[in-house]
């Protein structure tokens, strides 16, 4: 799986702690070689995040992106359940 990231996402991880960094970073790491592992919790989204997809990366973090083909994912945002679902 290739995995590219959007500027705002690039933007949205320098904020995060590096607790969040290590585990996203992880996740990610996890991701590329097996993305439907049951530790991502990976699930299409529904309303205003329709298309896209996200994965859990430890406790309420969540990382959401988009697919783009069968082997391609575009991040797009990254934060706590409740920054995401404003």
Do not use: C
């Not at 290739?2 to 991880?13: D, G, L």
């Not at 430890?58 to 083909?69: I, N, T, V």
Request: no cysteine.
């Amino acid at each position: 799986m290739t995995i590219k990231f959007n500027k705002a996402f690039r933007k949205q991880i320098k904020n995060l702690r590096p607790a969040q960094k290590a585990r996203l970073q992880r996740a990610l790491v996890i991701f590329q070689s097996e993305p439907d592992h049951p530790e991502l919790y990976n699930h299409a989204l529904k309303g205003q995040w329709q298309n896209h997809r996200s994965i859990a990366f430890g406790g309420d973090w969540r990382a959401h992106y988009l697919p783009k083909g069968k082997d391609e994912a575009l991040f797009v945002a990254v934060g706590t359940h409740s920054q995401l679902y404003k």
